[in-house]
């Protein structure tokens, strides 16, 4: 139904649009331009990653994030492996005289992503963490 009102007297009488068209098109538009912005392709930050064993033992089978180191001796430390994203509270996992040892984060939740460059994840044994050890990362030098 299309309603037409009269702008003054002796002009002729001009169509108003139905509301509920504009209003269903206004929706679709912003629907569409949302939908755009979320499945847009994010590029995924790639870091260098390297663990460190910074404790007197052996660790065996050690996985850091998405990289696999193997073996690291007391002291020793892995090569460079690219992957991403990494975040500063990565899942560590290794062997230690037969026992798997994990640290695993809950989520990465408002964490910010590591992003490029080249960092070191520190592996000390500590008892007094619920893991039995503790990391740390930091940046290396370029």
Same mark, same amino acid.
Do not use: I
């Given at each position: 139904m299309t309603i037409r009102v009269a702008l003054h007297s002796g002009s002729t009488a001009a169509p108003i649009a139905r509301p509920a068209l504009f209003a269903f098109g206004a929706l679709l538009i912003a629907l569409l331009v949302v939908l755009a912005f979320a499945l847009w392709p994010q590029s995924t930050p790639i870091s260098d990653v390297r663990v460190i064993n910074a404790s007197t033992h052996t660790l065996r089978n050690i996985?850091?994030?998405? #990289? %696999?180191?193997?073996?690291? #001796?007391?002291?020793?430390?892995? =090569?460079?492996?690219?992957?991403?994203?990494?975040?500063? %509270?990565?899942?560590?996992?290794? =062997?230690?005289?037969?026992?798997?040892?994990?640290?695993?984060?809950?989520? %990465?939740?408002? =964490?910010?992503?590591?992003?490029?460059? $080249?960092?070191?994840? $520190?592996? =000390?044994?500590?008892?007094?963490?619920p893991a039995g050890f503790a990391t740390s990362v930091a940046r290396d030098s370029m």
């Open positions: 996985v850091v994030g998405k #990289g %696999h180191y193997n073996d690291l #001796g007391p002291g020793q430390a892995s =090569e460079y492996r690219s992957w991403g994203p990494a975040f500063p %509270h990565e899942r560590v996992s290794f =062997e230690l005289d037969q026992t798997r040892m994990l640290q695993a984060p809950d989520d %990465h939740f408002g =964490e910010k992503p590591l992003g490029p460059g $080249k960092f070191s994840f $520190k592996v =000390e044994l500590d008892t007094s963490q």
